[in-house]
């Protein structure tokens, strides 16, 4: 009775249900000068493409009106360019290297090549006769070794950098925030001069305070930022949206450049780097321990930042001694001397109370992460200040240091919680005592804490979710448990789990160490940091997990070809499911005797079908809801394909060229249509 029933066309989909790609437009923008610069915009696309943003026009006219300082022979680079307006103009205005980049989609990419191809006529050429316009696909926070081989290498060899980013409306994406701030800083040339425009439009209002959120991260990650302009256009891009219509039409720009420091950092770095033979020798060297990280966890107001302070003073100090020990003749092991640098979980921005909310703890949570990257250098130790009481949080920094190959410990800071109590009350009342004018006490005068007191009850709530490190915990450990009544943490433990390198100690008399031997035993029984003994010891090899090594990111060029071929491929089953629509029809044209061929332009296989599979469908149309040749299958076979390959790629163990990739992708359907037969035989 089952097989009685019909259907009918009760599962396909009605005509004219899904609409037609919308064709490609034109546009035209005015520059000052009066020249007219014409681009194709995508005819309809999720990541717009298709439209020429108010963002673009104003960085273009900016660019057109600084020419001189800002574009003249700079190497310039465009992130989310869309139609490439500015990067147009940038080359027109004497731009040396221009690179053109948004997301790695086929449409954009070939749209953005149309683009640059259309305005070569107006691009005056090189003197040296390469090419100043390159078109690029690239996703924000991927690697940038492709976008730095367009430039020519820098002085020492190494990939160059770009002086010039232009970053037009692409802050709107708020979860991209990291990833646009990791891209530049792989690509803005470590210069005084250096620069990138960051220029937007609130097309939604009501979050414009979430997209002002980049400026504050850029500032914590090494660069600086000043508010250039703020314009008002004409008209609204989107006429129908929501929202306060003022700032939709309001364009704001502002220039991020280096901070002092961080130039002062590379100054310095490169101070050494004008020697040839100094950088020979260098290379023969074995590689110093790379940024160790030491993480602190205690109770709230236990002397966490107190003993930071102590840690990294103690730290410079034993330095001093080992580096005026290698001027007196003493050989040591330590290469170089490391800086020491104390990161901070608080400030004014981020006080006490954020542990209020979950919100605002994750928010200075990524603040002091951002902080601790900012310092993290080959030859620093960076000691993160703070409670780092949740122990899922200490896994995280454990992951990183892993990823990193670098090491890393655990520093309890271990204060009863009624001391605890006790210090909170003390910052209390020295609170209360400055807010009512109490002239201080003598007890008052001698103290030298300036810390700020948390609110009694959120201390409480703190030291009940407090997750203490454990040597079972592999990620605690190494872990060194300072007591809150010894006067220092054990820094020459520290130093050596760290850099592998034993600080020098004095030898005791004969009749001194035997008397301490049966003490020193039971110490050496008990400590989380390992034996000393006074030798040089090795630091230990850290292999990342699988899980945190992060595989090589898939060539932009590679991704447009898989993407564009495998397109072609279904493209071809789609025509011939048009053409033999039915199950019956396609055999009855079939030249093979066992199933039905479909062949594709610029391949050498054909897709093949067993009879018995062509008629398996749930349906008679190929093509319709449950057919054999669906379009939802085989854009699924399509995406797995794809993501077999990019993963195969990413682990760097080749790669199909471009011409044997349709080959490959139609071998893979071939082998799906098998096994599916195998099922059907079974």
């Known amino acids: 009775m089952a097989d009685d029933f019909d259907s009918g066309n009760l599962f396909q989909d009605p005509e004219g249900y899904y609409p037609e790609d919308a064709p490609p437009t034109f546009a035209e923008h005015g520059m ?72 790695p989609d086929p449409d954009l990419v ?70 646009l701030i990791k891209t530049m800083r792989e690509t803005m040339k ?48 989107f006429e129908k949206d929501p929202g306060d219509e003022q700032l939709r039409r309001t364009v704001f720009g502002y220039k991020i450049r280096w901070s002092p420091e961080e130039l002062a950092s590379e100054a310095f770095i490169d101070a050494g780097s004008h020697a040839p033979q100094q950088k020979k020798v260098r290379r023969n060297k074995p590689q110093q321990p790379t940024m160790p990280l030491v993480i602190l966890t205690g109770y709230p107001c236990s002397g966490l930042t107190l003993r930071a302070n102590q840690l990294a003073s103690s730290l410079e100090k034993h330095q001093d001694e080992i580096f005026a020990a290698a001027e007196a003749g003493t050989p040591v092991s330590l290469k170089s001397r490391y800086k020491v640098h104390v990161v901070a979980s608080h400030d004014s921005s981020h006080p006490r109370i954020v542990y209020d909310h979950a919100r605002t703890e994750k928010e200075a949570r990524g603040v002091a992460y951002a902080r601790a990257k900012r310092v993290l250098k080959r030859d620093s130790i960076v000691i993160l200040d703070g409670m780092n009481y949740i122990k899922g949080w200490r896994y995280q920094l454990w992951c990183e240091a892993k990823a990193a190959q670098t090491t890393c410990c655990v520093v309890h800071v271990g204060t009863p919680v009624d001391q605890c109590v006790a210090n909170n009350d003390a910052r209390l009342r020295r609170d209360a005592n400055k807010d ?66 034993a600080l020098p100690t004095e030898k005791p008399t004969l009749p001194a160490l035997t008397t301490l031997a049966p003490a020193i035993s039971d110490a050496a029984s008990t400590t989380t940091g390992g034996p000393r003994g006074g030798r040089l010891s090795t630091r230990p090899r850290i292999v990342p997990h699988q899980a945190t090594v992060q595989s090589s990111v898939t060539d932009p060029n590679a991704m447009y070809a898989m993407e564009k071929r495998t397109s072609a491929v279904v493209t071809a089953i789609r025509n011939f499911t048009s053409t033999y629509p039915t199950a019956d029809i396609a055999l009855a044209q079939s030249d093979v005797a066992d199933g039905v061929s479909i062949s594709v332009p610029d391949v050498t296989t054909s897709i093949f079908l067993p009879s018995h599979i062509v008629l398996s469908g749930t349906t008679e149309e190929l093509a319709g809801a449950g057919g054999v040749l669906a379009l939802p299958r085989l854009q699924r076979l399509r995406r797995q394909w794809i993501s077999l390959n990019r993963a195969y790629i990413g682990r760097g163990a080749g790669a199909l060229a471009a011409e044997q990739i349709g080959d490959a992708f139609v071998r893979f359907l071939n082998a799906e249509f098998s096994g599916a037969a195998g099922e059907a035989e079974e």
């Open 32 to 103: 000052l000068s009066g020249q007219k610069v014409r681009v194709r915009l995508v005819g309809d696309h999720p990541l717009y493409g298709n439209l020429l943003w108010n963002a673009g026009r104003t960085s273009s006219h900016y660019i057109e009106e600084h020419t001189e300082d800002l574009i003249r022979n700079k190497d310039v680079l465009e992130i989310g360019a869309a139609a490439g307006v500015p990067s147009i103009v940038s080359a027109i205005q004497g731009a040396r290297t221009v690179v053109l980049t948004d997301y």
């Open 110 to 179: 070939s749209n953005m090549q149309y683009n640059a191809d259309l305005s070569a006529g107006v691009i005056p050429p090189r003197e040296d006769g390469l090419r100043r316009l390159h078109v690029d696909g690239y996703k924000w926070g991927s690697d940038v070794a492709k976008l730095r081989a367009y430039l020519p290498p820098a002085a020492d060899g190494s990939p160059g950098l770009f002086d010039v980013l232009i970053m037009a409306d692409v802050v709107y994406s708020h979860r991209e925030h990291p990833n």
């Open 190 to 237: 470590k210069s005084a001069d250096s620069v990138a425009l960051v220029i937007f439009t609130p097309y939604q209002p009501w979050l414009l305070p979430k997209t002002e959120q980049f400026f504050p991260l850029a500032e914590a990650s090494g660069f600086t930022v000043t508010k250039i302009f703020q314009k008002v256009v004409d008209a609204v891009l």
């Open 436 to 501: 009512d004018n109490t002239p201080e006490t003598t007890e008052n005068t001698q103290t030298s804490d300036t810390e700020e007191a948390y609110p009694s009850e959120l201390l409480n709530n703190l030291i009940f979710r407090y997750e203490e490190p454990s040597t079972h915990s592999r990620w605690d450990k190494p872990l060194f448990t300072v007591p809150y009544d010894d006067p220092e943490p054990p820094v020459a433990d520290i130093f050596e789990a760290l850099t592998g390198v």
